[in-house]
Nanobody
């Protein structure tokens, strides 16, 4: 059974930092591309960052220079370090794992963790 479990969310003041974690089980983690997404109330889910198997990360323009994604394949865990947080970063943050082999696609989501940026 595949599980992605996010943690680390919470309430933080503007300008503050949080570190999210996503622990994966039931998959060969090192094969998967990992992604962080977020969904604010009344808005569509949007991509925040992706990190490839070897660790190359890409970011949405809105978080470049503030967020850093990383992964530890030995711990089956992906992280999102969020600095200089803004109220507009408030959302539920989701972890996603994807893997494609020929015509087969494997796509899993976590349950999400709430991040609230407010004074």
């Amino acid at each position: 059974q595949v599980q992605l479990v996010e943690s680390g969310g919470g309430l933080v003041q503007p300008g503050g930092s949080l570190r999210l974690s996503c622990a994966a089980s039931g998959i060969i983690f090192s094969l998967y591309t990992m992604g962080w997404y977020r969904q604010a109330p009344g808005k569509q889910r949007e991509l925040v960052a992706t990190i490839l198997r070897e660790g190359t990360a890409n970011y949405a323009d809105s978080v470049k220079g503030r967020f850093t994604a990383s992964r530890d394949n030995a711990k089956n865990t992906v992280y999102l370090q969020m600095n200089s947080l803004k109220p507009e970063d408030t959302a539920v943050y989701y972890c996603r794992s994807t893997y494609r082999l020929y015509s087969a696609e494997y796509d899993y989501w976590g349950q999400g963790t709430q991040v609230t940026v407010s004074s």
